[in-house]
């Protein structure tokens, strides 16, 4: 299994609310555990032959006021003490696809994006950028969703980690022993969702306490981790009221690639719980 290893955290901006709130929660990411931060717009105003609009004129305009917005953020960051490197990168269109090329490209660890609503609706936009990030990622992909307060001044104590037992949750053990450093606290959770999953969820501490054996010390395993089972027939909700129950900065689940967001848990079920979350949700992709 690779670990992921400290280094570099992809922000892509489009310099919403959604998007302050993960720079700010990157910025923790980086004060805590000591990752680099890369701040990336991609512009999407690019004319592609003579007759395209905004004029040239507009569009020159507008990339210098991305860049102003840029320098901006950059300026709060380093008045932390925290480095930040700033890009604009022009858009052909495929806007998620970029990103994950640009993380590639950087040797990032992370990609730390916002998520939107919308009219009160919690889910992604269809075909979001977001959520085609979140399908397609070959590395891991931290979401602020909605709920989400600014991380930009709070210490990461408290993460949880959801699995229902399968392989492609094993996923997540390539970042705990990063994110386990200093005095982080682990609550590893299993839904069960009624008395027919019982018999295959007797001993699931044993099962995954062993797969954790593996990444972590057994000293951090005996004094910084807890098992908890969670009884209800919606997943995302169980796990949401824990979210809440233990005051979550993190929430850990394995995903697939799909046509939907879909995670190891059920189809959709990620999709629900980041939208839905408290706290900010990191997905792998297995």
């Known amino acids: 299994m690779r670990k992921v290893q400290l280094g570099t955290i992809v922000i892509p901006t489009d310099f919403s609310k959604a998007s302050k709130l993960a720079l700010g929660f ?31 004129w507009m569009i020159s305009d507008l990339r ?37 090329n640009t993380a590639v490209s950087e040797g990032a660890s992370l990609i730390v994006m916002g998520t939107h609503s919308r ?18 990622a070959v590395l891991p992909v931290v979401a602020v969703g909605p709920h989400v307060k600014d991380y930009s001044r709070r210490k990461i104590q408290t993460l949880v980690y959801a699995t229902d037992l399968s392989a492609r949750s094993l996923g997540v053990l390539r970042i705990l022993p990063l994110l386990m450093a200093g005095d982080t606290r682990l609550s590893v959770v299993h839904v069960r969702e009624d008395q027919a999953h019982a018999p295959a969820s007797v001993g699931w501490e044993v099962s995954v306490r062993n797969s954790l054996l593996g990444v972590l ?14 009884e209800g027939d919606d997943p995302s909700r169980a796990v949401e009221r824990h979210l809440k129950l233990v005051h979550a900065d993190l929430l850990l689940i394995g995903v697939h690639k799909g046509r939907g967001m879909t995670t190891h848990m059920a189809p959709r079920t990620g999709f629900r719980m980041i939208m839905a979350a408290p706290c900010a949700v990191l997905s792998i992709c297995e």
Do not use: C, N, W
């Open 26 to 56: 990157a910025h923790s990411l980086a004060q805590q555990y000591g990752f680099d931060l890369s701040l990336i717009h991609f512009f999407p105003y690019v004319a592609h032959h003579r007759y395209a609009a905004p004029a040239g």
């Open 64 to 100: 210098s006021r991305s860049r102003r917005r840029l320098m901006a953020a950059k300026a709060k960051v380093l008045a932390t003490g925290t480095g930040i490197r700033l890009s604009v990168v022009d858009s052909v269109g495929d806007i998620p696809g970029q990103i994950i």
């Open 119 to 136: 009219d009160g609706v919690e889910r992604f936009l269809v075909g979001s950028t977001a959520e085609e990030v979140l399908r397609h």
């Open 217 to 230: 010390p057994a000293d951090i395993l005996e004094r910084r981790v807890d098992f908890k089972t969670l």
